[in-house]
């Protein structure tokens, strides 16, 4: 009896000991990109989504459906970084062509939220089964914001997977909040739910500064005139 406890408990010490933390840095100098793009786990390792620029999420999907979560999706929610001091947003966002405006935009408003470190989702990994990563903001996904962690030796890897994002035609995030894992040191919190619906909603929400300068030129104008009089 004594000796089967002992057994347990150097099974269950080798366990604790043989497990890792996989760090993947989000948006890695900037970029749409996850580093690294491959990671192989074993069950009972964590992987740390380290969001570092800008304003990505993790989720998970299908390997034949990319930019669509699967059912119970791991989803990190939206989490926005603050650029470093002089760092020029709009010259970084330029990659979304003509989503750049609205991107840049955003992305300035989320520098005044997030003002302490960077966050970090982790997730525990439960099997040994593959993972399909990608980020549901905006065009992120088709423009190859993917992962894959345990790719399987015969089947969708990262390459195959990336190329097929880049047909897709809607990129989604899952309904809800944070699933699948934990944020941490994330002091500024999540975006709203209606700042991160993708390049529409960016674009809509994203303030027209030529036209605001028009009409507090005329405003002004006016103002003076009729005081005058």
Sequence with gaps: MMYSNLVLAAL???ST????????????NNQFVFTPDTVVAQPGDMIAFNFVSQNHSVVSSKANSPCTPERNAVFSDFQPVA???GANNNAAAGGNGGNGGGKGGRNKKNNKRQTAGTPMFM???TDSNPMYIYCSQAQHCQQGMVMVVNPPAAGMGVAAYRQLAAQANQNKSPKGGISGGQIVNNAAGTNPPNGVLGAAA?????????GNGKGKGKGK???KGLLGN
Excluded: F, L, Q, Y
């Excluded at 000991?17 to 890695?28: E, P």
């Design 12 to 14: 269950a010490h080798s």
């Design 202 to 210: 960016a674009a809509a929400m994203t303030p027209n500064n030529g």
């Design 221 to 223: 104008g006016k103002g």
């Design 83 to 85: 650029a470093p001091a």
């Design 123 to 125: 997730v525990p990994v």
């Design 17 to 28: 000991v043989m497990a890792a933390t996989m760090m993947v840095t989000v948006g890695t």
